[in-house]
């Protein structure tokens, strides 16, 4: 009975004159680097007009992290509590991993229901 050594080879085969980065990206030698996809940066998602959990949560499974801006934008609107208003920075621009993007929440308050927009605004609970 005869016994037979099989041996598996794993070969990248590239393009004539490319060169192939550590993280795996390939470029072309002559520097031209238009077009090519760094795994560190990442799209930021378009979370415009969904409740703030929601954003919260695509933007955690895009790999960035998520800040609550300071001061929310009042609305008369009970139905736009919590509701994301603007994103910083904007829905698809390419940001490094781990980068933090600021949510603003619409937040509806009574007191605007009156016209004022100076006093304390005190979100409902969703």
């Known amino acids: ?55 919260r949560t695509a933007i955690e499974n895009a790999g960035l992290k998520w800040a609550y801006a300071t001061q929310g934008i009042p609305t008369a609107d009970p139905l736009k509590n919590a509701i994301i208003a603007r994103q910083n920075p904007a829905a698809g621009s390419l940001v490094t991993r781990g980068s933090t993007i600021t949510l603003t929440l619409f937040i509806f308050s009574e007191s605007y229901l009156n016209g004022d927009t100076k006093g304390t605004v005190k979100p409902l609970g969703r």
């Not at 037979?4 to 990206?25: H, I, R």
């Not at 940066?41 to 979370?47: A, C, L, Q």
């Open 1 to 55: 009975m005869k016994k037979f050594l099989v041996f598996a080879v794993t070969a990248t085969l590239l393009p004539l004159g490319s060169s192939m980065k550590a993280d795996g990206a390939v470029l072309p030698n002559d520097g031209d680097t238009k077009g090519v996809v760094n795994s560190l940066n990442v799209p930021v998602p378009n979370v415009i007009g969904i409740l703030g959990g929601k954003g």
